[in-house]
């Protein structure tokens, strides 16, 4: 069974704090993905690596950089943590040959 | 644009009280269809994909069909324990990303 995990279940950070959310699988999956989940606006797409050190921008970018020195961990930093950064983060990974991606649990962060 | 609409938002059905939940979609050129099962607080769980119409695929209560602008998940028989959100999403050729409706929220009572 593919295993991802992410660092925190839950999280509250003060605005203007660096925050570092970390995603950890277990598949030798090359892609990777963190998404955030809003209600009335479903998953979106923040950033997605499809291999080591490489990174692409999704939907929503702004506010936010990912880092991946590794295969198996992918983070999502928030620079300067804002109140409206207040949301669900998943993190997902996909192995080349296959099309789904598998969901970790999900980190719930608010910034006050 | 890819576009992804899930209806209805929200579904309550008896113990046993059959149904289907609907996702229409645009997409310029279809990858996969892919159904999810998401539970309060946690992170979506990968149920079924879908590459072409035509295709179904069944797990335990839950079939899933596609045609060329919309997918169905059939509930038969539905227990409390089928009670969550359900997710479907879309992935474009050329593309790696998801792009994602906004889910139908299911309650089934005993």
């Known amino acids: 069974d593919v295993k991802v995990t992410q660092s925190s279940r839950y999280l509250v950070k003060r605005t203007g704090e660096k925050v570092f959310l970390e995603c950890v699988q277990d598949m030798d999956h090359e892609n990777m993905f963190w998404y955030r989940q809003d209600p009335g606006l479903g998953l979106r797409l923040i950033y997605f690596s499809y291999d080591v050190k490489m990174k692409e921008k999704g939907d929503i970018p702004e506010g936010y950089s990912v880092s991946r020195e590794k295969k198996e961990r992918f983070s999502l930093i928030l620079e300067s943590a804002s109140t409206n950064q207040t949301s669900m983060y998943l993190c997902?990974?996909?192995?080349?040959?296959?099309?789904?991606?598998?969901f970790g649990p999900g980190t719930r962060l608010t910034v006050t | 644009e890819d576009q992804v609409t899930q209806s209805p938002e929200a579904l309550r059905l008896q113990e046993g009280e059959s149904s289907s939940l609907n996702c229409s979609y645009t997409?310029?050129?279809?990858?996969?269809l892919f159904w999810y099962r998401q539970d309060p607080g946690k992170g979506p769980e990968f149920l079924f994909t879908?590459?072409?119409a035509g295709e179904e695929k069944e797990k335990e209560r839950l079939k899933a069909t596609l045609t060329k602008k919309e997918s169905f998940l059939h509930i038969t028989a539905p227990k409390p324990e089928d009670s969550a959100t359900y997710l479907c999403?879309?992935?474009?050729?050329?593309?790696?990303?998801?792009?994602f409706g906004t889910g139908t929220r299911l309650l089934v009572s005993p």
């Open positions: 997409v310029s050129g279809l990858r996969g």
């Open positions: 997902a990974s996909k192995g080349g040959r296959e099309y789904e991606q598998y």
């Open positions: 879908l590459y072409s």
């Open positions: 999403a879309v992935q474009d050729t050329g593309f790696q990303k998801l792009v």
